[in-house]
């Protein structure tokens, strides 16, 4: 090698020819540095996002409908529905045969509709599952996706349906409180950005997009043990006297609180299917109809409070009719002279009409529209109708004097309990409430204002036990060890302006116990067509059924032990 | 000879914070990890929470309730004959 160094031949060409190709290179990966760096570098980045960060949804759930000691009416429940990826799952037949095995669906059936659907990238193969099922699918194959919702159940039925109305498929109100209270019920679910990794894995928290909010609680006023017995009770009683409809109210005389309402015909809110106008209206508040006899107490309250008469009054109708402009106000036989209650228990149309000419026009209105006819009751309830009432310079004679015995004028079924509520309240009248009432948060003349002196609700209190006694019409509203208050009424009703001869309402108000009543409750029973039409026969014994249940039920004592004692062979007050 | 004790300095730092930053995302993606975990459990128990409402509404149905009162354990509501009224 010594003497090769001299044989080293410098191709100067070549070296400068490689330089040249390695500067090239360098010059490219440069430049395609560069390229990267600054030309495409915010497309690169979108699409390193676009495969990175997904917007997510935050669950939040609607709020939770409660009677008033916490039995749920409605709850919101997540629940998952699987879809699948038509092109991608068909890659994969027999996961989509496990899948359609666990969902019960058959798998010809299946794949012929996901072949239909080839060109969709979205199909759902089963609605509203049972999360834990759901997860067991979505764990066969990757193709298989599930997306979470929420379902409103109902657990109570049809039993509390009017009350507490339903929601549609996108969790909005749309009837009863669920309707009422929507804004206060609603979910707003949240968005935040996430980063997701290869296996679409939530691995970081950007940031919070919109804050999940969750509907808040309802507590309403019901309580679902009286509330059952009513239903059961209406029930029973509408297929028994065969009605068109039915409906009841039970409120608690001392707060106002609306503790229990049903209808029939009812519905299940759980069935999306067969829900009619008819079956879906809460007709307690948004039907109205006259009340008949069941107003006499009101002119006598009103006559009383402007000391016109009193318990010691007699009337005088004989002959059991007169003539109003040409028309006669009848009883059904001639009742002679009749003291107040007397008029009460009798349930005389004459004698009604005889104390209300004593009263102007004006004075009867206005005491008529304190008792909350032609008022709404309050409750701001969907469709609550305020009755008919009309202003007294549009009476005529005839109205003057029908409208003493519950004609001429229409009041929903609450509206009455309201107005029986006064007299049961010692001449003061509440707001009804469908909510939880908290006394000791409202300060009292907030909730209730006098409409009625208080020696007048209890004289016509008084008079009114007499009519559920052994002389009155109500005798079947009768409750052992309890002295009942009330009045029946049996309507003729009114179809185009003439007075049908067939067609009846049977109503009872009334309340318990007498001596300082706790419950007002008021039933009207529509179109009784069997086994009696009157208002004591068909509607006083549903009251009786309803109240002896819910004065043991809310351990009210018994008021009138007189007989209990007797059976015992105690003398009373022994 | 102080520069490059300056350099060697500065760039032990500056390694030692890039471990750190490393480090701290991967601690915060385990906890993050599990902030997820937690809340899925949270997710199961709602789900189980709602379910049990339901069943025990449904058990504890006023209908459910009297017939099995009614029916077997055959209780009725006492006459008044039976009641006494305590002093």
Redesign the interface.
Known sequence: MSNGNDETVFYRGRHYFVLLILLFLLASLIARALYLQIVEKDFLFSQGEQRQIRTIET?A?RGTIFDRFG??LA????VDSVWVNPPEILQNLPALKQVTAKLGLNYRDTVALLKQKANKEFVYLRRQLE??LAGQVAAIADGVYLQREYHR?Y??GE?VSHLVGFTNVDDQGQEGLELMYEGWLKAQPGKRRVIRNRRG?????LAQVKRARSGNDLTSSID??LQ??AY?SLARAMKYHAAKSASAVVLDAKTGEILAMVNQPSYNPNQNKNKSPAQRRNRAITDVFEPGSTIKPFTLAAAIDRGLYDQTSHIDTTPGWFMVSGYPVKDVRNYGVLDLAGILRKSSNVGASRIAQTLQREEMWQSFSDYGFGQTPGISFPAESSGYFSHYSTWQPLDHATMAFGYGLSVSITQLARAYSVIANHGRQLDLSLIKVYPEDVPDNEISRTVMKASTAKMVLQMLEQVVGPQGTATRAAV??YRIAGKTGTVKKSVDGGYQEDDYMAIFAGMAPASNPRLVMAVVIDEPSQNGYYGGQVAAPVFQEVMSNAL?ILDIAPDD?S???R??G?EPGA | MPRVYLLALLLTLVLSSAITVIYVKHE??VL??EL?NTQKLQ??E??EW??L??QN??L????NVESRARKTLKMR?PE??Q???LP
């Open positions: 669950p759930y039995t749920p709850i919101s429940t997540p999360p834990e159940y657990p109570a039993v894995a939530v691995i970081e928290n679902m043990r059952y017995i059961r052992d060890g043991r032990l007989e209990l004692a059976s015992n105690v | 915060s993606r993050f990890a997820r997710d199961h709602v789900i709602g379910r409402q339901l509404s449904t504890a149905t006023h209908s509501i008044k004959v009641l006494v009224q």
